[in-house]
């Protein structure tokens, strides 16, 4: 599976963007998606994660009520859109795929990664 994310840039704090990964390769909709970011010099944190149909989610505290994960299976995507964004959400961003079953928040549970994506977020 390979994962290909996009949507990053320079934003002021209140804007809005939407990151999107597409999957190929031996893509299946029976994965859980999810993302993930790095800030320099921090640890890779959980941000959101989607089930495999979509009808579940999960989100890290810092981000809920403002990041909403979203999944087009037909076209093996996943969309996280971020609204109201902070100069603390700048980071790389990275989708992930899961083969398992359940939403997990560890990094090491996740099988495949995408490149990452930058977010700048100026105050």
């Known amino acids: 599976v390979q994962l290909q994310a996009s949507g990053g840039g320079l934003v002021q704090a209140g804007d809005s963007l939407r990151l999107s990964c597409v999957a190929s390769g031996r893509t299946s909709s029976t994965y859980v998606m999810a993302w993930f970011r790095q800030a320099p010099g921090k640890e890779r944190e959980f941000v959101a994660a989607i089930s495999r149909s979509g009808g579940s989610t999960n989100y890290a505290d810092s981000v809920k009520g403002r990041f909403t994960i979203s999944r087009d299976n037909a076209k093996n995507t996943v969309y996280l859109q971020m609204n109201g964004l902070k100069p603390e959400d700048t980071a790389v961003y990275y989708c992930?795929?899961?083969?398992?079953?359940?939403?997990?928040?560890?990094?090491?549970?996740?099988?495949?990664w995408g490149q990452g994506t930058l977010v700048t977020v100026s105050s």
């Open positions: 992930a795929v899961d083969r398992g079953s359940l939403i997990e928040i560890r990094p090491g549970s996740y099988d495949y």
